[in-house]
């Protein structure tokens, strides 16, 4: 196969990947699988991973606009998700966290879609499951260091 035919499967199969994974999400029978959008559930399990941050930070390390992620908390915080506290390295500053209830749907949803996933891979050897978990986490960590302009050229 040739290179360009190499990055065509790729491309598509990233997009395939995208549109399945949020089919997933609203068409399973799963209540928990089901609770939180796709914008809700990255920015609480980046809270979940990295505890309280401020909306520059956390932007950042989404790779999102700042506009974009304070629209999205300030939903999170209407729903009882996630809460601003006070910076204490600067009090002009605001911090967001996870509240506990942000904390227990986000692990739900995890584990259901742990679940999802390991029926999907149940045909899969221990060594091909490992071997898709390393491809994958090189290829968001390479995608993430393109987004943040530090890629190899």
């Known amino acids: 196969m040739t ?3 190499v ?3 790729i491309e598509t ?3 395939m990947l995208m549109r399945l994974g949020e089919a997933t999400r ?3 029978g799963s209540p928990p699988h089901r609770a939180l959008d796709r914008a809700a559930y990255v920015i609480l399990r980046q809270l979940q991973q990295d505890g309280p941050l401020n909306v520059s930070v956390l932007a950042a390390a989404l790779n999102l606009d700042g506009s ?3 629209r999205q908390v300030t939903a999170l915080q209407k729903d009882g998700l996630i809460e601003r506290k006070a910076d204490p390295r600067d009090g002009r500053g605001t911090m967001i966290a996870a509240t506990p209830l942000g904390l227990e ?3 739900k949803v995890r584990q259901a879609r742990r679940i999802l996933y390991g029926e999907v891979l149940s045909g899969y050897t ?3 499951r490992r071997n ?3 491809t994958l986490e090189q290829f968001t960590g390479a995608l993430a260091a393109f987004m943040n302009g530090s890629a190899p050229k």
Do not use: H, K, W
């Open 3 to 5: 290179d360009e035919a």
């Open 7 to 9: 990055l065509g499967t």
């Open 13 to 15: 199969q990233v997009a």
């Open 26 to 28: 609203r068409s399973t």
């Open 68 to 70: 974009t992620v304070t």
């Open 105 to 107: 749907q986000v692990e």
């Open 126 to 128: 221990d060594a091909e």
């Open 132 to 134: 898709l978990a390393a």
